[in-house]
């Protein structure tokens, strides 16, 4: 792996049908914040090579409505990274890396925003951007790493929807 896009779902719905988190929906904005966060990314030349997906209804949605800007990607949905911890998320996109130069996650927090944080820290980035990664990680935020040859991940982009 090359590069590690890390994307929050967008925002959802409160409450599903079923009445499930797991099943909760983005809502109207959430659709839009994450085909825009898409785009932003693709623009900029963050294209994932494959996207690692969280099966939970909000992150398949983020996934629809991103992937538009990324039409070469393979997407795997994977049960796991369903509420995962940042350990998980990581070991999930080093898998993928193995085959894959740019590996994108879509799931939630706090896993994200935690791995983000770790990755941040170990890259030696400024304090300041650290912290506003701590203070802040929203839906449809992403994260962006380039990752180096002994597996260092090194900050390329810190990028929050439009408000």
């Keep these: 792996m090359d590069r590690l896009i890390l994307l929050r779902h ?9 009445g499930e988190d797991f099943d909760r929906r ?19 030349g963050f294209c994932p090579d494959v996207a690692l997906v969280s099966t939970a209804a909000r992150a398949r949605g983020t996934w629809e409505a991103a992937s538009a800007a990324f039409p070469k990607a393979i997407v795997r ?12 998320v990581r070991s999930a996109a080093r898998e993928a890396g193995a085959t894959f130069g740019t ?8 896993g994200l925003q ?29 994260a962006i790493f380039l990752i ?13 929807p439009d408000r």
Excluded at 26 to 44: C, F, I, K, N, Q
Excluded at 77 to 88: K, N, R
Excluded at 132 to 138: M, S, T
Excluded at 148 to 160: A, E, I, K, Q
């Design 10 to 18: 967008g925002q959802a719905d409160p409450d599903s049908d079923t």
């Design 26 to 44: 983005l809502a109207p904005h959430g659709v839009t914040e994450s085909a825009a966060m898409g785009l932003r990314l693709a623009d900029m």
């Design 103 to 110: 590996v994108m996650v879509v799931g939630h927090n706090p």
């Design 148 to 160: 180096d040859g002994t597996g260092r991940p090194h900050y390329d982009g810190l990028f929050f």
């Design 114 to 142: 935690e791995l983000t944080i770790a990755m941040l820290i170990e890259g030696g980035a400024p304090s300041g951007l650290i912290g506003r990664a701590q203070r802040n990680f929203p839906t449809a935020a992403a």
């Design 77 to 88: 949905f994977e049960p796991e990274l369903y509420h995962a911890d940042s350990g998980v």
